[in-house]
């Protein structure tokens, strides 16, 4: 059985980007509603008994890799941020990176913002690596994540359907990506790129 993750901050942490009122109905409603759906597919389909959360979504199709995969998405994408009084920076390997693949970190932004306002309609955006540790900036539609079909390994990314900012930013998806940015836990996305393969989310799993 899953289990709603422990977030890394309290839920008030995150405020004034995301109040308690938005991170309440966003993890406590939405994120355990995949769970729960998850858990009951578990129910009726001894296939699926044993398998992590990233075998389930290598493995799977229609409702069941739909609510897998955004567990899986949202569980990272609670990890992937920080408050505020928490800044942290790219490690210089990251960093060198993406000075690399995109000039500067105002540049991998403005990168970032501009893919995550495009995504038409529910989705996700995300910072990756390819396999040749090159740094990509692509977006996923609804529950898609960028590891299926051997894609890119994820290091960071933002939640951009409607659910996740609404209460505070109504339609204005724009703002909240350019806030989200001041609120990236570096450290993980750094993690993440110093990794040779998917980040393994074991503490969303009982």
Known sequence: MFKLPTLPYA???LAPFLNEEQ??????KHHKAYIDNLNKFLDTDASLKGKSLEEIILSSTGGIF????QI?????YWFG????NNSTKPSEKLLSAI?????SLDALKAKFVEEGVKTFGSGWVWLCAD????LVVVSTSNAQVPFTNSGPRPLLTADVWEHAYYVDYRNLRLKYLET???????NFVSENYSSTSVKSLHAAHI
């Open 81 to 84: 941020m920080n408050t505020a």
């Open 72 to 76: 899986w998405n949202h569980t990272f």
């Open 11 to 13: 839920k008030t942490a």
């Open 99 to 103: 000075v690399k693949d995109f000039g």
């Open 66 to 69: 739909n609510n897998a995969a």
């Open 180 to 186: 989200f940015w001041s609120h990236i836990n570096w």
């Open 131 to 134: 396999k040749n540790d090159k």
């Open 23 to 28: 991170m309440t109905f966003h993890y406590e």
